[in-house]
Structures are given as structure tokens and as C-alpha cells.
């Protein structure tokens, strides 16, 4: 896990301060002791508040795969950095984890901060998910 120096820490401090509690992005400060790997590109963290509707899936892991600058969209990636998301997801769904990404523009996505869901699920999932957030939305398998 890489370690901030002193002088790092401030200075970002100090623009998370300034900058509007609107325009606040979580990704882009986000704290070593959340961080479970790093790349070049990415890092993969501990998702800070897990989806409750996932309770019910037999979920056992839930991590975020994230660039490290902030982006809306894997098509806004460089192709140095669409390559190793791929090599991560790759070697998550190795290890049994679901992968799961929204479009920028979805309504039920509350970080423009592009970052990428890996789920990992015990023994058979449920043949439904319900999803209760404006407008509503019903996933059946």
C-alpha cells in the first residue's frame, strides 16, 4: 500500500476543503487503509457502504475496482490504463468475483467516479433482484 507523505496529505486536505461538498468525490481521496491492491492505473478498495439488496445473494465480498484519476467512463480510459482494468477484472473473476459497472449516466449511480463492483458470491445466487430507487427497476435471471 503506497504511503502519503506529510506534505501530500496536507495539501490534498486542504483541497478537499475547498472544494464544494457537491463536487466531492470519494474515489479521489480515498484513505491507504481502504486500499486492498494498487496498480499502475487502478487500485482496488474496500467498498465503504455495501448495497443492502445484495444481502439476500449469498454475497460474501464486495470490492471496487477504481482509477486512481478521476474518470466518468471506461471509454474515457487510456489505452495503457483499459488494459490493466482488464487484467484486474481478469484475475478477480479468477478468483470468483462478479463483476459490476454502470453507465455514467444511470440514474442509480451516485459517483461519477468511474469504479467498477467485484462481487463475490457463495454457493447459487437468488433467480431475482429487486432494486427500489427511482425509477424502479426489476432484474430477473
Known amino acids: 500500500m503506497p504511503n502519503r507523505s506529510?506534505?501530500?496529505?496536507?495539501?490534498?486536505?486542504?483541497?478537499?476543503?475547498?472544494?464544494p461538498v457537491s463536487q466531492r468525490c470519494p474515489f479521489c481521496d480515498v484513505k491507504a487503509?481502504?486500499?486492498?491492491?494498487?496498480?499502475?492505473?487502478?487500485?482496488?478498495m474496500l467498498v465503504l457502504f455495501k448495497y443492502t439488496y445484495w444481502d439476500e445473494q449469498n454475497v460474501t465480498d464486495q470490492l471496487l475496482l477504481v482509477p486512481k484519476k478521476h474518470v466518468e467512463s471506461i471509454s474515457k480510459l487510456p489505452a495503457?490504463?483499459?488494459e490493466e482494468f482488464l487484467t484486474l477484472i481478469g484475475k478477480y473473476e479468477g478468483q470468483g468475483y462478479s463483476?459490476?459497472?454502470r453507465t455514467p449516466?444511470?440514474?442509480?449511480?451516485?459517483?461519477?467516479?468511474?469504479?467498477?463492483?467485484?462481487?463475490?458470491?457463495q454457493g447459487?445466487?437468488?433467480?431475482?433482484?429487486?432494486?427500489?430507487?427511482?425509477?424502479?427497476?426489476?432484474?430477473?435471471?
Not at 447459487?124 to 435471471?141: A, D, Q, T
Open 6 to 19: 506529510r506534505k501530500d496529505e496536507i495539501r490534498r486536505k486542504k483541497h478537499y476543503k475547498k472544494t
Open 99 to 101: 463483476i459490476y459497472a
Open 105 to 121: 449516466k444511470a440514474t442509480s449511480k451516485t459517483v461519477p467516479h468511474q469504479h467498477t463492483h467485484l462481487i463475490k458470491v
Open 124 to 141: 447459487e445466487s437468488k433467480k431475482f433482484m429487486l432494486h427500489l430507487r427511482k425509477p424502479y427497476v426489476l432484474i430477473m435471471r
Open 33 to 44: 487503509e481502504e486500499i486492498v491492491e494498487t496498480g499502475t492505473y487502478f487500485y482496488v
Open 80 to 82: 495503457k490504463a483499459a
